[in-house]
C-alpha cells in the first residue's frame, strides 16, 4: 500500500472517529442539559441570570410563572420596577439584601420577601443567588440564582403559629403547665406555668426540673417515684396524683398525666402536663363525706333523693314536669312510637293576655292564674298523657296512642274553652285564653326535637292568627317561617350594604302648584327582587328593632340629595322624613341630629298619628323640644285615622297635619268626605297647623281641595315617589301643570275655587 495513501486512511479515520466522539459528548450534553431542565422544573426553581458584562438578563419560565406571567411574556429586568412590586414592609431590606448578595456577603445568598403577583395578590419568595464573576475592577459582572415559591409554606408556618398561640392561651386559661423530659440525659424543660404551680421562682426553666422530688410531699414521695420509675420501665403513660409543698410552704394538690414519644433524632422523651386540683380534690373530699354521713341515715337518704329528683325534674310553682323532664319524656316517647307503629302528638300552649294580668295585679295574681291553667291541663288529659311547663306562660302536652287528628283537635278546644272562663281572684275577675300549636308525627323517621319544633311553628301561626285558637303544623308555615328568617337575614346584610335609598314624592302648594317640598319614602335595592316598597320587609325590620336604624340612613341620605339639588340649580324649600317611635324614643337622637349639622327649618319629621302623642313618655318629650331647638318641624302623619286628640296637639305643637289618603279618596262622589276634610282643615287653621293632603289622584281632587282651603297637596295626580336624580328635571319639566286640559285651565279653575272660597261659595 501507498504510504501516503495509508496516511490519508488513517487521518480520515481519525477524524471520523474524532466527529463521532464529537456528537456523542454533545448528545451528553444534551441530556444532562434535558436532565437539568426537568429537574429545575420538577423542583419548582425559577433561574435567573444577571450578566452585567453582556446586559443581558435570562428568566426562565418557572420564573415567570411563580408571578403569573406566560412564558412568552418579556421581563424587560427594569430594577426599579421589579423594587415597586415588592410588598412595602419588605423593600427597603430587599434593597438591602440585594447589595449584600452583590458584595459576596454569605448571609444574604438566602433572603425571603413578597412580590405582588400579576393576579394582584402577593406571593412570598425565597431568592437565593451569588455572584459567580467580576470584572477586572472586581466589580461584580454576573449574579446567578433561583427564586422559589414558598407561599404555601408561609402559610402553613402563619397556620402553625396560629395554633401555638390558641394552645398557650388555652393553657393560659386552664392554668395547665407543661413539661419535657429527655430520659436518656435526665434533662427536664419547664414551662413558665408550671413553675409558677410549683411556687418556683428564680431558677432557669431546665434546672426547675430537679426541684420536682423535692416538692413532693414526703408521704407521697416514694410511692409517686415507684409508678414513674415502672412507667419508664413499661414505657407506659404516666398519670398521678399527689401532692406537692410549694417554695412558699402551702400545700397543694397536683394531678399529672404524660406520655411517651420519641423525637426525630430517636431519643425517648416524656411530655406531660401539671394542673392544680386542691380545691377539686377538697370539693370532692367534702362531698364525699357528706355522702357518707347520708349514707347512714339509710331512709333519710331515700326521701332526700326522690326530694332533690322531683325538684329537678319539676317546676316549683305548679308541680308540673319542667323543661328537663319534658326533653327525656321525648326519648322515651318518641322510641316508643317507633316500635310500637304509633303516633306521637305535641301541643305547645301559650296563655294569652297573660302579660296584662302580671302587669295589672301582680305576679301573685299571675302564680295563681298558672297553678289554675296546670290545673285545668291535669283535668282535661287523660292519666296516661304528659304535662309540662317549659317556662314562663308555655306548657307542653305529649299524647302518645294511634289518634286521629279530630280526637286531638277536640282536646286542644276543650282546653282552649276551660282557659277561657274567668277566674275570681281578689275580687277581680282574671280573664285569659290560651293559643295551641299541633304537631304530630309517626313512622321509624319520628324525630322528636323536630316534632317540639313544628309545635312551636304552629303554634307562632295560632296567635298571629288571631289567639285563643289552635293550629296544626304545615310545611308551608314552616316554609313562610324560614322565608321571613332569610328576609330578616336580607335586611341586616342590606344595612351593612347600604341598599336602603331613599325615593322623593314632591308636595305642591293647593293654590299655584308650585313645589313646596318633598317626602322622602324608604326603598329597598334588593340584590335579587330589585326596588322593594316598605310593605316588604317594614313589619320584619320592626322585629329586628332597625326601623330607626333605617330612618337614620335615609335622613342622611336626604341631606345629602338635597344639597346635590341645590348645585342643580333646584331648591327644594323642605324635606320630610319618616321617624318611628323608637327613633323618637332614643335618648341620644339629639345628639345624633346636632352632628348632621341641620340647616333649621329645612327637614320636617313626620309622626304617626298611631304613635300615642297623649301618653308620650319623657324620653320623647325630650326629644321633641330639641327637635324644635335645632329648627326641625313636626308634622303629623295620616292624621284622621288614630287617636291624636286636639289636647295632644295643643301640646305638641305640629308645623302641619297630613289628612289620610282613606279620606281623601271620596271627596270627589262623598258630601260627607268633604265636610270632614274642611273641619279638619278648619281645625288647623284655628291652630295655625298647615294642612296637607295625600292620595290626590286626580285633577278633581285637586280643584275641590284647593276650594276646601288646603294648603298643600301629594299624590299620583300630581307626582308619583321617584328616585333623588330624577328629581331635577322633573321640577324643571313642571309637566303636572298641564296634566288636564293643559296648565292654563287647570290655572284659572284653581282661581276660581279660591274667590268661591273666599265668598263662602265652595262645594259642600
Not at 326596588?531 to 326601623?547: G, N, Q, S, T
Not at 341645590?566 to 321617624?579: C, L
Amino acid at each position: 500500500m501507498n504510504p501516503i495513501r495509508r496516511d490519508n486512511a488513517i487521518d480520515e479515520a481519525d477524524a471520523a472517529h474524532g466527529d463521532e466522539v464529537a456528537d456523542k459528548s454533545a448528545s451528553s450534553l444534551s441530556e444532562r442539559e434535558s436532565r437539568w431542565n426537568y429537574a429545575l422544573v420538577g423542583s419548582g426553581l425559577g433561574v435567573w441570570d444577571h450578566n452585567l458584562r453582556l446586559g443581558t438578563r435570562y428568566y426562565s419560565e418557572t420564573w415567570k410563572a411563580i408571578r403569573g406571567m406566560a412564558p412568552h411574556d418579556e421581563a424587560d429586568g427594569d430594577y426599579e420596577a421589579w423594587i415597586a412590586l415588592i410588598h412595602p414592609d419588605d423593600r427597603d431590606f430587599v434593597v438591602t439584601a440585594i447589595e449584600r448578595q452583590n458584595a459576596g456577603d454569605r448571609n444574604y445568598q438566602i433572603f425571603e420577601y413578597r412580590e405582588r403577583h400579576k393576579n394582584g395578590h402577593w406571593v412570598w419568595i425565597e431568592c437565593r443567588g451569588a455572584c459567580v464573576e467580576w470584572d477586572e475592577n472586581g466589580a461584580p459582572a454576573r449574579l446567578v440564582g433561583t427564586d422559589t415559591d414558598i407561599t404555601a409554606r408561609k402559610e402553613a408556618e402563619e397556620r402553625l403559629a396560629h395554633l401555638s398561640r390558641r394552645l398557650d392561651l388555652a393553657l393560659d386559661i386552664s392554668d395547665i403547665g407543661v413539661f419535657e423530659a429527655d430520659i436518656d440525659n435526665g434533662d427536664v424543660d419547664w414551662d413558665e406555668r408550671l413553675m409558677t404551680i410549683y411556687g418556683i421562682d428564680g431558677m432557669s426553666r431546665t434546672s426547675a426540673g430537679d426541684a420536682w422530688t423535692e416538692a413532693l410531699h414526703p408521704d407521697d414521695r416514694a410511692r409517686v417515684e415507684a409508678t414513674l420509675a415502672a412507667s419508664i420501665e413499661t414505657n407506659t403513660d404516666f398519670q398521678h396524683e399527689f401532692r406537692i409543698i410549694r417554695g412558699d410552704g402551702a400545700q397543694r394538690v397536683i394531678r399529672a398525666k404524660a406520655a411517651f414519644y420519641f423525637d426525630s433524632d430517636g431519643r425517648r422523651k416524656l411530655i406531660g402536663a401539671n394542673w392544680d386540683v386542691t380545691d377539686e380534690v377538697r370539693l370532692n373530699s367534702e362531698l364525699q363525706r357528706a355522702k357518707e354521713l347520708a349514707e347512714a341515715r339509710n331512709q333519710e337518704l331515700e326521701t332526700a333523693k326522690e326530694s332533690i329528683e322531683h325538684l329537678a325534674l319539676h317546676d316549683y310553682l305548679t308541680g308540673l314536669p319542667n323543661r328537663r323532664y319534658l326533653d327525656r319524656m321525648l326519648d322515651e316517647r318518641s322510641t316508643e312510637c317507633r316500635e310500637n307503629g304509633l303516633t306521637l302528638a305535641i301541643l305547645h300552649i301559650d296563655l294569652d293576655r297573660f302579660k296584662q294580668i302580671n302587669d295589672t295585679l301582680g305576679h301573685r295574681a299571675g302564680d295563681a292564674m298558672l297553678k289554675h291553667a296546670a290545673e285545668v291541663l291535669r283535668q282535661n288529659v287523660r292519666a296516661k298523657d304528659f304535662v309540662a311547663r317549659i317556662g314562663g306562660d308555655e306548657f307542653v302536652v305529649l299524647c302518645t296512642l294511634d289518634v286521629t287528628p279530630k280526637k286531638i283537635s277536640n282536646l286542644a278546644e276543650r282546653v282552649i274553652r276551660e282557659l277561657c272562663k274567668p277566674i275570681r281572684y281578689e275580687n277581680h275577675d282574671c280573664r285569659f285564653g290560651a293559643s295551641i300549636g299541633i304537631a304530630t308525627e309517626s313512622g321509624p323517621a319520628l324525630d322528636a326535637k323536630q316534632l317540639l319544633l313544628n309545635a312551636d311553628i304552629a303554634l307562632y301561626r295560632a296567635k298571629s292568627g288571631g289567639r285563643n285558637r289552635h293550629e296544626f303544623f304545615s310545611t308551608d308555615a314552616r316554609r313562610r317561617i324560614i322565608a321571613s328568617k332569610r328576609l330578616a337575614d336580607d335586611i341586616l346584610l342590606g344595612l351593612e350594604r347600604q341598599e336602603f335609598v331613599p325615593f322623593y314624592q314632591p308636595q305642591f302648594d293647593a293654590r299655584t302648584l308650585d313645589v313646596t317640598g318633598v317626602e322622602t319614602l324608604a326603598r329597598w335595592q334588593h340584590r335579587e327582587h330589585g326596588m322593594l316598597a316598605p310593605d316588604r320587609f317594614l313589619k320584619i325590620a320592626e322585629d329586628l328593632d332597625v326601623v330607626s336604624t333605617i330612618d337614620g340612613l335615609i335622613l342622611e341620605q336626604a341631606l345629602i340629595d338635597r344639597k346635590q339639588w341645590a348645585k342643580e340649580g333646584i331648591v327644594i324649600p323642605k324635606v320630610a322624613v319618616n321617624v318611628s317611635s323608637r327613633r323618637l324614643d332614643d335618648p341620644n337622637l339629639g345628639k345624633k341630629l346636632r352632628a348632621l349639622k341641620i340647616e333649621p327649618g329645612t327637614i320636617s319629621f313626620e309622626l304617626l298619628e298611631s304613635i300615642s302623642l297623649d301618653d308620650c313618655d319623657d324620653a320623647v318629650i325630650a326629644n321633641l323640644k330639641q327637635l324644635r331647638r335645632l329648627g326641625v318641624d313636626i308634622e303629623i302623619d295620616d292624621f284622621g285615622t288614630g287617636h291624636a286628640s286636639i289636647v295632644s296637639l295643643l301640646k305638641l305643637s305640629p308645623k302641619t297635619l297630613k289628612i289620610d289618603r282613606e279620606l281623601i279618596r271620596m271627596l270627589p262622589s262623598s258630601a260627607e268626605q268633604r265636610k270632614l276634610v274642611r273641619s279638619i282643615i278648619d281645625i288647623g287653621r284655628s291652630l295655625s297647623i298647615l294642612v296637607t293632603a295625600e292620595g290626590v289622584e286626580t285633577m278633581e281632587h285637586v280643584r275641590i281641595l284647593a276650594d276646601l282651603g288646603c294648603d298643600m297637596l301629594q299624590g299620583y295626580a300630581l307626582a308619583r315617589p321617584m328616585p333623588a336624580s330624577q328629581i331635577p328635571a322633573f321640577v324643571r319639566a313642571a309637566s303636572w301643570r298641564g296634566v288636564e286640559n293643559g296648565a292654563r285651565g287647570v290655572q284659572a279653575e284653581l282661581l276660581r275655587s279660591v274667590k268661591n272660597s273666599r265668598s263662602g261659595q265652595g262645594p259642600q
